[in-house]
């Protein structure tokens, strides 16, 4: 495979950081006071509309970008909890964590909220909304913040060294991917300040953890020179940011493998090319547009003879694939999609990865894997 030629914008964060980061929410306090002490004028925060119906996808940069609709919120009777709850998040992230640079995750946010009086979070999604909008608006993403995700960031495994740091010494720690055993290595939570080395061609990310478990099991990664990387679903933030970053770092193209069905093209695959509606705000850190999809297709159904190893599709991959082929801005773009999405509701199945064990257990990385790529056609 050929490296990829064409390098995506913002490959990094801006580069912002604690001070600054605290200093942007401290202008944002002091707009709210200013309002506060005019005569007649209600304090409000402007939050950009987290939505697929607020994002387009931009062809050029290669992932779903933030339209301007806003959704604002003025101080009134009935948000005055939600406005108070908003300023002891700002507050609790100027003050406790950029100020003294720490960290919290999640669900911490919630029960920190416990001693904030009337103005405590009652369920965590609470919190959490409030925290996507005040990523979205103050423009910084979560991590430089000092939020950490409670979900792990994803497995890794193959040609690959990563160089870490020592936290408290600040020393490097080379990690060689390739040499840990029968496991894998964990992606952190947090990933910019990682270095990598690798002779690898690609990246080859896979949906599932069985299949992952097979291909590290068996070496596949001497053989095809690849690095591995296990999404276990959606894959996180921390997951795609540290694909992107590699791919990037190292100028790799990467493969998506994942099952065939609407979840594992516009859910998995689709939030790691393009982002997704919900993080338009940010994707354009978080997704990997030099990703291709490899497969399964429908069509990889017909082709390797896996019609009795489908499975019917259910109301909810109907309704997921349609409302794809009507709203979702990638598909839309992309008639190939169209086309897969299209053959599949026509014939009726999905397929999951593991079907190929239908014509032997290795028949994945034997046969199906080595005949993609050397066929070299991915769909985009």
């Known amino acids: 495979m050929k490296k990829p030629a064409k ?35 209600k304090p409000s925060m402007d939050f950009p509309v987290r939505s697929l119906s607020n994002v387009k996808y931009d062809v050029q940069r290669g992932h779903f ?22 300023m002891r998040l700002l507050a609790t992230t100027k003050n406790d964590l950029l100020d003294r640079d720490d960290i919290a995750g999640k669900r911490e946010v919630y029960y920190n909220s416990k001693s904030w009086g009337e103005c405590r979070f009652d369920a965590q999604p609470e919190s959490d909304t409030l925290l996507d909008d005040m990523e979205a608006m103050l423009g910084i993403n979560r991590e430089q913040l000092g939020y950490i995700p409670e979900e792990r960031g994803g497995d890794v495994c193959g040609e690959l060294v990563v160089v870490d740091k020592d936290p408290v ?11 840990l055993g029968s496991g894998a290595w964990s992606i952190p939570s947090r990933v910019e300040h990682l270095r990598f080395e690798t002779k690898a061609k690609l990246v080859l990310v896979v949906e599932t953890a069985s299949l992952f478990q097979r291909l590290v099991h068996h070496r ?42 609407p979840y594992g093209y516009c859910n998995i695959y689709r939030t790691l090319k393009a982002g997704s509606g919900q993080a338009a705000h940010i994707n354009r850190f978080f997704c990997v547009p030099q990703a291709h999809y490899l497969g399964v297709t429908p069509q990889d159904i017909l082709d390797y003879h896996l019609e009795d190893a489908t499975h019917p599709l259910e109301d909810v991959d109907v309704k997921r694939a349609k409302d794809a082929l009507k709203n979702d801005p990638f598909i839309l773009h992309h008639k190939e999609w169209q086309a897969v999405l299209t053959q599949m509701l026509k014939m009726g ?11 032997g257990l290795n028949f994945v990385l034997e046969v199906y894997l080595p005949e993609k790529l050397k066929k070299g056609k991915f769909l985009p």
């Open 349 to 359: 199945v999905r397929i999951e990865q593991q079907a190929f064990a239908k014509h």
């Open 220 to 261: 596949y990664f001497e053989r095809a020179n690849c690095v591995l990387i296990s999404m276990s679903g959606v894959p996180t933030r921390a997951c795609r940011r540290f694909i992107r970053r590699l791919s990037d770092d190292q100028k790799l193209p990467v493969l998506a493998f994942t099952d065939g069905d």
């Open 169 to 179: 010494s600040g020393e490097d720690v080379r990690i060689n991917c390739a040499r």
């Open 7 to 41: 390098q995506h914008a913002a490959a990094a964060p801006e580069g912002i950081g604690k001070e600054a980061a605290s200093r942007k929410i401290a202008a944002a306090a002091a707009e709210i006071h200013a309002d506060i002490m005019r005569k007649g004028k």
């Open 65 to 86: 970008e933030i339209l301007g609709k806003k959704s604002t919120r003025t101080l009134s009777y009935h948000t005055v909890k939600t406005f108070a709850q908003s």
